[in-house]
């Protein structure tokens, strides 16, 4: 089992900056990959950004060029962050930290942040 703990966000300003934290514990040697995801009242949650076990990245249309996704790992610690650049009211979300796993039983969310952009 691996558990992820969020942490940053907060209130930002429109155009501002933050960077978001998910610390993950337990069996992280067995993540395959890892995003984070955001979601808004009434709208499924959205994949925002993803980055696989060997490093490669994907990210939502409206983030790229402003977000980005890394890591920092070792044999027993994993933390993954999302560093958020030119916020937009529309960024304005809960985010979640996402540990993805082919088999739904071994996949795993954080409890989410909340991200609030004001204008």
């Known amino acids: 089992q691996v558990q992820l703990v969020e942490s940053g966000g907060g209130l930002v300003q429109a155009g501002g900056s933050t960077t978001l934290s998910c610390v993950a514990s337990g069996r992280v040697f067995a993540i395959n990959a890892m995003g984070w995801y955001r979601q808004v009242p009434g709208k499924q949650r959205e994949m925002v950004a993803t980055m696989t076990r060997g490093g490669s990245t994907d990210y939502v249309d409206s983030v790229k060029g402003r977000f980005t996704i890394y890591r920092d790992s070792t044999e027993k610690t994993f933390t993954l962050y999302l560093q958020m650049n030119s916020l937009k009211h529309e960024d304005k979300a809960v985010y979640y930290c996402?540990?993805?796993?082919?088999?739904?039983?071994?996949?795993?969310w954080g409890q989410g942040t909340q991200v609030t952009v004001s204008t």
């Open positions: 996402n540990d993805w796993s082919p088999d739904p039983r071994y996949e795993y």
